[in-house]
């Protein structure tokens, strides 16, 4: 008998953990946006989206350049979940084509791909901090490439931040990016 009592307690608490309401758990981050950015140290230029396609979902991408017939390009999936009211975690997917004077010298660029996880953090009601740390395999580039980052949330729906990259196409890097939310 007691365990019956007991099956049917932890499948009653079970039902009502699946069915309680997640809204006091959203992190409040928005996935759709398009970026603009300006790479220093190698001068570099460059643009992205991200556009939510399921509640935990969004689809990414990006392309960079120093306009000398280079470029280093990626579009990819990720997810998102909340970890508390104030952060996410996060993950992507992502192809990526790159193409240099050096590594990557064809006229269609080499492919690859990246694996990334990362989190995203609210320090105050307008400052918003995070970093990622992946895997890059293109051709026989494999490296762990990372960034850090700070951005700053002028209004709801256009933001500022400063990122630095590690061991990516470009190399280390900072950026300056603007983010406008659509």
């Given at each position: 008998m007691r365990k019956i009592l007991l099956a049917t307690s932890l499948m009653l608490a079970s039902i009502s953990a699946a069915h309680a309401d997640t809204s006091s758990t959203m992190s409040n981050f928005s996935y759709d946006y398009a970026e603009a950015r300006i790479g220093i140290s190698p001068l570099t230029y460059g643009a992205g989206f991200s556009k939510s396609i399921h509640p935990n979902a969004h689809i990414i991408g990006s392309i960079d350049t120093e306009f000398d017939s280079d470029w280093d390009a990626a579009l990819g999936v990720g997810f998102h979940a909340?970890?508390?009211?104030w952060a996410d975690i996060t993950g992507e997917l992502k192809a990526r084509n790159a193409k240099d004077s050096g590594r990557f010298d064809?006229?269609?660029?080499?492919?690859?791909?990246?694996?990334?996880?990362?989190?995203?953090?609210?320090?105050?009601?307008?400052?918003?901090?995070?970093?990622?740390?992946?895997?890059?395999?293109?051709?026989?580039?494999?490296?762990?490439?990372?960034n850090v980052y700070a951005r700053f949330h002028a209004t709801e729906l256009f933001s500022i931040g400063v990122t630095g990259r590690f061991n990516?196409?470009?190399?280390?890097?900072?950026?300056?990016?603007?983010?406008?939310?659509?």
């Open positions: 909340p970890i508390n009211n064809t006229s269609a660029g080499r492919l690859g791909m990246e694996v990334n996880l990362g989190v995203r953090q609210w320090l105050g009601p307008q400052l918003e901090v995070g970093g990622q740390i992946g895997h890059l395999n293109i051709d026989d580039y494999e490296k762990t490439i990372g990516e196409i470009y190399g280390d890097q900072m950026l300056v990016t603007t983010r406008f939310k659509f």
